[in-house]
């Protein structure tokens, strides 16, 4: 398994390239980018800002290992309003080009949800209904997948939806493309069960993997903390992934960030990945 950093773990406004430079210097086979509405990686981004992003990855002898977006959250594919649906169905096929151009084998996509708790107003959608939305939007975007050669993943965050492993394997099954998938976050499930049953449960379905932690007595989004200090039983989840033969990207997606020497973090999730991987951290 090769070791990877989402840009999210990074301050916000730090450029690409400085991101770049700290996830080489902190020991990164990679690093996740991912799509914005506007700004270095916005929705209008040029082929030649693509270029230059991977050139720069190249340079420093890391690789573009994913392509994720939170336009996901403002743009559902199970809201009630056409217009909204059709902008995340939009967003994806964006997502998609962008990321055959970066070279990336997958991509994160979150179809819509029934509900999200910390996101405020968020409108609740009924739970029959979106899932019949979500599955004829990436019924229909599994083909833009495989025009690409680029995987959809679907991640299992906190919308209320796709809630089991067996609901997550059951809904990828019934999309039938194996250009569709799951981006499975360890983390994102600790609160309702345990992510070594995902990993077995969802098997070759898993096309890339995001590395959280999890500590279940806090609760809510305070309860995301660093990698090794939480409930995740990482020699399980790891065993798991051996068993399955996944051999792809664990990707750490840190939050949140800390409030002084933020880089930081970046740093020390290394440290841990190698711990993780390895049974030892590197020295």
């Not at 059709?86 to 084998?105: H, M, P, T, W, Y």
């Not at 409030?259 to 390895?278: E, G, P």
Request: proline share 4%; with cysteine.
């Amino acid at each position: 398994m090769k070791k990877g950093i989402n840009i999210w773990s990074f301050p916000g406004d730090m450029p690409v390239a400085e991101c770049i430079r700290i996830a080489a210097d902190a020991g990164f086979d990679g690093i996740e980018l991912a799509l914005t509405e506007s700004g270095e990686l916005g929705l209008d981004i040029t082929d030649a800002k693509i270029s230059e992003i991977r050139q720069l990855a190249a340079d420093a002898g890391i690789e573009i290992s994913g392509l994720a977006t939170g336009l996901y959250w403002d743009y559902a594919m199970t809201s009630d309003d056409e217009a909204i649906r059709n902008k995340a169905i939009s967003i994806c096929r964006k997502q998609l080009e962008v990321a055959r151009a970066f070279g990336v084998d997958a991509i994160l996509v979150i179809p819509g949800g029934v509900g999200v708790d910390f996101i405020p107003g968020y409108p609740v959608v009924a739970y029959d209904v979106a899932y019949d939305r979500a599955l004829a939007a990436i019924k229909e975007l599994a083909a833009d997948a495989e025009a690409a050669g680029v995987h959809i993943g679907i991640e299992n965050v906190w919308n209320k939806f796709l809630l089991s492993p067996l609901e997550m394997r059951g809904f990828i099954d019934a999309v039938g493309s194996d250009y569709v998938g799951s981006y499975f976050d360890v983390g994102n499930v600790v609160y309702s069960g345990y992510p070594e049953h995902w990993v077995r449960i969802l098997g070759s379905r898993i096309k890339k993997v995001h590395f959280k932690d999890y500590r279940r007595e806090a609760g809510g989004l305070v309860g995301f903390v660093d990698l090794l200090a939480g409930d995740v039983n990482y020699p399980a989840v790891v065993e798991a992934l051996r068993e399955i033969g996944y051999t792809n990207y664990v990707t750490a997606e840190m939050i949140p960030p800390y409030t002084h020497h933020s880089t930081q973090i970046i740093y020390n999730t290394s440290r841990s990945i190698d711990a993780i991987l390895n049974g030892s951290a590197r020295s």
